[in-house]
């Protein structure tokens, strides 16, 4: 398979991490170029130290982690402490990180990075709100053109909310962003609660995980054991749902995954429905199809592949 290069924007977060791990256990398929953080589960400054420790973890410290924007780009921001933890990561003991901050910031590490590499070659894999995007897209317009394609977490239709009735939390965190990212014209590949919440943490897939036997493995199940209380609590589930690996599974193997190319628009408006992500999945309207909005995943081969390429991580 020809290597894929990539931009990972997140809020680290316990999905996120693993999302991070996965890609950087995949070198043959992905080349992540950076990293940059956003604010999102956690503030800024402490999701950066998060993407730091996640980096140690998997042994690839050649990979710059930049430092993006610290809030939506209208909004309060609002945090998920009380899904992630205090320190966004809770649940293993990761050391503090020697690796530092790449000075660059993020929103300047995108544009520049798809203006230097050759046009069509990146894709933008985003697992928190979409601020740093829609930033550079703001500051660059250019770089919409030049962009393969957007690989999201984030959003829901018949899953509908996780942080409101009506709206899944990356896109409630900062609508305005991902109304600027979903109208810029760019290949969107959607991984919305629709698909998230079919990809369980049961006990036998975290003992799988421990059971590697190795640091990232340990590691893993630790940070899934502590994030997944909240949605069990919650869902009443036999796990909890994996949010953001769910993009990186999809470009390492497109063919676990089945969706529809639709129209998606983010509600920017409304108080009661704010970030809710209206997927024209009946295609009842003419607005442009700019999604390929993910409704079916092999969930098995999913932790299959998970376990596989954590195990090749220290
Ligand atoms: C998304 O919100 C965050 O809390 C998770 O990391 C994931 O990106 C799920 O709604
Ligand atoms: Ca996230």
Redesign the pocket.
């Known amino acids: 398979m020809t290597q894929r290069k990539i931009i990972i924007d997140t809020?680290p977060?316990q999905?996120?991490a693993v999302a991070l791990l996965l890609a950087l256990a995949s070198p043959d398929e992905i080349e992540v170029l950076g990293i940059t953080a956003v604010a999102?589960?956690v503030s800024l400054a402490q999701n950066a130290i998060n993407a730091l420790k996640v980096v140690e973890l998997s042994g690839r410290n050649d990979v710059p982690v930049m430092a993006g924007c610290p809030g939506p780009l209208r909004r309060r921001l609002e945090t998920?402490e009380h899904?992630?933890g205090l320190t966004g990561l809770d649940g293993p003991d990761l050391p503090d990180p020697q690796k530092r901050l790449d000075p660059r910031h993020g929103v300047d590490f995108i544009v520049d990075t798809l203006m230097a590499e050759p046009s069509g070659t990146i894709t933008l894999v985003t697992?928190?709100p979409l601020t740093n995007l829609a930033m550079a897209l703001i500051k660059a317009p250019m770089i919409a053109a030049r962009i393969k394609r957007i690989v999201m977490?984030g959003g829901a239709y018949f899953e509908v909310g996780?942080?409101t009735p009506a709206a899944?939390?990356?896109i409630y965190v900062d609508p305005e962003a991902a109304d600027v990212v979903l109208r810029a014209g760019i290949p969107v590949v959607m991984a919305s609660?629709d698909i998230?919440h079919k990809v369980l943490t049961t006990n036998a897939r975290l003992d799988a995980l421990r059971a590697i036997g190795n640091r990232a493995g340990a590691a893993v199940a630790d940070m899934l054991g502590f994030s997944e209380r909240f949605d069990l609590a919650k869902y009443g589930w036999r796990g909890a749902p994996l949010?953001?690996p769910c993009t990186i599974a999809y470009l390492l193997r497109p063919e676990l995954f089945d969706g529809r190319l639709i129209n998606v628009s983010i509600e920017v408006e409304s108080e009661l429905t704010r970030g809710m992500s209206v997927a024209d999945f009946w295609q009842i309207t003419d607005r442009p199809k700019n999604v390929f909005f993910l409704s079916k995943v092999d969930d098995s081969s999913f932790f299959a592949l998970l376990t596989e390429r954590l195990a090749r991580l220290p």
């Open positions: 809020d977060g999905d996120d999102g589960n998920a899904v992630h697992l928190g977490m996780n942080i899944e939390f990356n609660l998230t949010h953001d």
